[in-house]
């Protein structure tokens, strides 16, 4: 009686379900296209780039043959665009214009000679125009210095995220013609080999955010070009020097931190006793204004792990070579290459100055000092 009652059960429940079916078939029946639906092929592999109040779309023609129009629709649907797809052609695109600076979700579905359409594609882009443009950074120079006819600028990061592409300088060459270079924005320093001495030149970053098919700018910056001042004629004092005691090193006198040798170099005095200690100092007077950069300092040849030259110094400028200004102070690492300190002011002096505070003995040494700036 037990299993009569199940199978009278779930007898009873099939025949619910197939009713139910069946009224549901009644329901969609007038929605159902005898021979199912037919799509056009949709657009393929899309290309959406930004612009200046505009966006270029691009796609693949598709297999479908028999497609032969695609409309592009945005703001709800309430603007679109009609494009013709002719019957050769690998690349399909349109350009709309006259858009406002916002972004935008477009829609494109393609139609075929039989009405049929797509499934649609969707597509996210912005337009930009004069408010991006004026939120744009120049990419800053970190320095620009020449030496002959070769130019050479360091950069500081440009702000890729933001859409920089590249940087344009504008510069007189050699035959004193204007000239105009790019570089990448991925190039942290960049040369120029036909640079005419003594001028300036102007720079500016291009954007290009989301691909864009139009070219944003920053306004244009002047930068003066730094310079190796020259070094013959010039007088080097020091607070003392080694008279005789270094010179069969080759080293002695204040000149010889600033003759290009770097076999040579500068000693404080070393004996007979009393020895002088810190501060120590080495100036040279640079015979007119210059406004200074930086300056390249070379220890003594073989100075790698020895501690008995200056650590800690001072960069100081005079006009006068009496009253002296405190410019940055820095830490000379005891090594044989060169290393360079930077001067953020800029400021304008006629002497300059290493003034060296500690050491890791009581008297010390140079090989070279080179100093950069421009007039």
Sequence with gaps: MKKIYRYTVMLALAVCVLGSCKKMDEVYKDFIVPGGLTYAGRVTSPVIQSGRQRIKISWLRGA????????????????????????????????????????????????????????????????????????????????????????????????????????????????????????????????????????????????????????????????????????????????????????????????????????TFWHTHHTPAPVPTFPHWLMVDLKKNYNITRVELVCRAGATGVTNSFTIFTLQGSLNGTTWTDYESYTLVQKDQAQSFALKSIPKMRYFRIYATAGGAVHTSLAEFTVFGYE
């Design 64 to 263: 479908d043959p028999n497609v032969n129009l695609a409309r592009i629709f945005w703001n709800n649907y309430k603007d679109s665009v009609n494009v013709p797809i002719p019957a050769t052609g690998d690349t399909i695109s349109v350009i709309i214009g006259n858009l406002e600076e916002k972004p935008y979700t477009f829609v494109a579905r393609t139609y075929d000679n039989k009405g049929n359409k797509s499934v649609p594609v969707e597509l996210l882009a912005e337009s930009f125009g004069d408010k991006y443009q004026s939120f744009l950074v120049t990419r800053p120079v970190v320095q620009s210095e020449n030496s002959g006819t070769v130019l050479t600028i360091n950069w500081s990061n440009a702000n890729k995220s933001g859409g920089a592409y590249v940087t344009e300088v504008e510069y007189t060459n050699t035959a004193n013609v204007t000239a105009v270079k790019r570089f990448s924005v991925d190039e942290l320093s960049s040369v120029i080999s036909d640079y005419k001495p003594g001028t300036t030149y102007r720079y500016r970053t291009e954007y290009r955010p989301g691909a864009s098919i139009d070219p944003f700018y920053t306004g244009y910056t002047t930068q003066i070009v730094a310079f190796k001042i020259p070094k013959a004629g010039l007088v080097v004092t020091a607070d003392s020097f080694a008279a005789t005691s270094q010179l069969a090193n080759g080293g002695g006198p204040p000149g010889y931190a600033f003759d290009d040798d770097l076999n």
